[in-house]
């Protein structure tokens, strides 16, 4: 695109799209009836046709949408050949064939096709939609486009939401619930979560954080492994639907393993500005969380230390590297001691012990 940038979906639902008015909706990408003229002297814009998407969110900026623009309707204009675009382009006037006028705004343009969005509209009526700044590829002077479309009555639909796909994550250490919908979906705007339940009759505490045209993402509050919860989410309808509704979404968290154990270690000698360090790595099977007391200390057979409680350690998220007071020998067997260290997400912290055979890596 040369005028338009993509952002997230729901940023914009977030911010422009509160308020919007519930009226029942087409099928998307219905062909509409249309007539076409360009202001002043040479050929006509062309036309290829022209669509109508419904109501919708846009996922392009639209630079001269207001905060609070109520409900949007989404045109698409494909044209014959291709055309260039003024920088201050724009949709400077819509009115319906009883004299209404609305607010429209231009969305992602291209040279072969645009989208209109369209504040408030009313299916069943005629419109009449004017464009300025657009012109035809390899012309010099920028003209003015009409377009005359007849959008038609819609129907009341009782299409509900459908959900496909339910999935639990725990990056990080944080629950997030994914839900896949089986079809298009449409958030109004103060669109929430009203409860959460769990299967032991325990109220939680959540919300949405993320939100697209086919799936959302829930955080729950404190939410305990091992149990299923019933989600409540107001404000949605599937796409064509005539009305928002609330729908239940079902998800089961999975019992944690809280068990943590080493998985690889490694020891490496480095030679740098005029010293030799030495330091044993130790990758773990989860990602972890230590105290402040936390510390590695490493032995040989005879009890003697190589790293002790005063001795520095990087932590990272699932791993974590000693400094060692002196070299080991490769080949021998050492015993390690890893202390206050847990699972992220667990409540206690516990000691790891266990022994490695000093290779360089």
Same mark, same amino acid.
């Given at each position: 695109?040369? $005028?338009?940038?993509?952002?997230?979906?729901?940023?914009? &639902?977030?911010?422009?799209?509160?308020?919007?008015?519930?009226?029942? @909706?087409?099928?998307?990408?219905?062909?509409?009836?249309?007539? %076409?003229?360009?202001?002043?002297?040479?050929?006509?814009?062309? =036309?290829?046709?022209?669509?109508?998407?419904?109501?919708?969110?846009?996922?392009?900026?639209?630079?001269?949408?207001?905060?609070?623009?109520?409900?949007?309707?989404?045109?698409?204009?494909?044209? *014959?050949?291709?055309?260039?675009?003024?920088?201050?382009?724009?949709?400077?006037? =819509?009115?319906?064939?009883?004299?209404?006028?609305?607010?429209?705004?231009?969305?992602?343009?291209?040279?072969?096709?645009?989208?209109?969005?369209? %504040?408030?509209?009313?299916?069943?009526?005629?419109?009449?939609?004017?464009?300025?700044? *657009?012109?035809?590829?390899?012309?010099?002077?920028?003209?003015?486009?009409?377009?005359?479309?007849?959008?038609?009555? @819609?129907?009341? %639909?009782?299409?509900?939401?459908?959900?496909?796909?339910? &999935?639990?994550?725990? /990056?990080?250490?944080?629950?997030?619930?994914?839900?896949?919908?089986?079809?298009? =979906?449409?958030?109004?705007?103060?669109?929430?979560? &009203?409860?959460?339940?769990?299967?032991?009759?325990?109220?939680?505490?959540?919300?949405?954080?993320?939100?697209?045209?086919?799936?959302?993402?829930?955080?729950?509050?404190? =939410?305990?492994?091992?149990?299923?919860?019933? *989600?409540?989410?107001?404000?949605?309808?599937?796409?064509?639907?005539?009305?928002?509704?609330?729908?239940?979404?079902?998800?089961?968290?999975?019992?944690?393993?809280?068990?943590?154990?080493?998985?690889?270690?490694?020891?490496?000698?480095?030679?740098?500005?005029?010293?030799?360090?030495?330091?044993?790595?130790?990758? $773990?099977?989860?990602?972890?969380?230590?105290?402040? #007391?936390?510390?590695?200390?490493?032995?040989?057979?005879?009890? #003697?230390?190589?790293?002790?409680?005063?001795?520095?350690?990087?932590?990272? /998220?699932?791993?974590?590297?000693?400094?060692?007071?002196?070299?080991?020998?490769?080949?021998?067997?050492?015993?390690?001691?890893?202390?206050?260290?847990?699972?992220?997400?667990?409540?206690?912290?516990?000691?790891?012990?266990?022994?490695?055979?000093?290779?360089?890596?």
């Amino acid at each position: 695109m040369n $005028f338009c940038k993509k952002i997230v979906i729901g940023l914009l &639902t977030a911010c422009l799209l509160t308020g919007l008015i519930p009226q029942p @909706a087409l099928a998307s990408s219905v062909k509409l009836s249309f007539t %076409s003229k360009t202001s002043g002297s040479g050929d006509d814009i062309q =036309v290829r046709r022209v669509t109508y998407d419904g109501e919708t969110t846009p996922d392009y900026i639209v630079y001269d949408l207001p905060q609070t623009p109520g409900s949007l309707h989404e045109l698409e204009v494909d044209f *014959i050949s291709r055309v260039m675009w003024k920088g201050s382009a724009k949709v400077t006037s =819509v009115k319906d064939n009883k004299g209404k006028t609305y607010k429209g705004y231009l969305g992602e343009r291209d040279d072969d096709d645009c989208e209109i969005y369209i %504040s408030k509209l009313k299916t069943g009526r005629t419109y009449t939609i004017t464009i300025s700044g *657009i012109k035809e590829f390899g012309t010099a002077k920028y003209r003015k486009l009409t377009l005359k479309v007849k959008i038609p009555a @819609a129907g009341s %639909s009782s299409k509900k939401v459908k959900v496909r796909k339910v &999935t639990v994550d725990d /990056d990080d250490g944080i629950t997030e619930i994914d839900v896949k919908f089986a079809g298009k =979906v449409i958030w109004k705007g103060n669109a929430k979560i &009203t409860s959460i339940r769990d299967n032991k009759g325990k109220s939680y505490q959540g919300h949405i954080t993320d939100r697209d045209d086919d799936d959302c993402e829930i955080y729950i509050h404190n =939410v305990m492994p091992g149990r299923t919860y019933k *989600i409540k989410i107001s404000g949605i309808k599937a796409a064509g639907a005539s009305s928002y509704e609330t729908i239940t979404v079902t998800a089961k968290v999975p019992a944690q393993n809280s068990s943590l154990t080493v998985k690889k270690t490694e020891y490496d000698v480095d030679y740098e500005y005029g010293r030799t360090e030495w330091t044993v790595s130790f990758d $773990f099977n989860k990602k972890i969380s230590h105290g402040q #007391n936390s510390c590695v200390i490493i032995t040989d057979s005879a009890g #003697n230390e190589y790293s002790s409680k005063s001795s520095y350690v990087e932590w990272d /998220d699932d791993e974590c590297e000693v400094h060692l007071s002196s070299g080991l020998t490769e080949g021998n067997t050492y015993h390690y001691k890893i202390t206050d260290i847990k699972p992220i997400g667990t409540n206690s912290y516990s000691t790891l012990t266990g022994t490695f055979i000093a290779y360089e890596d």
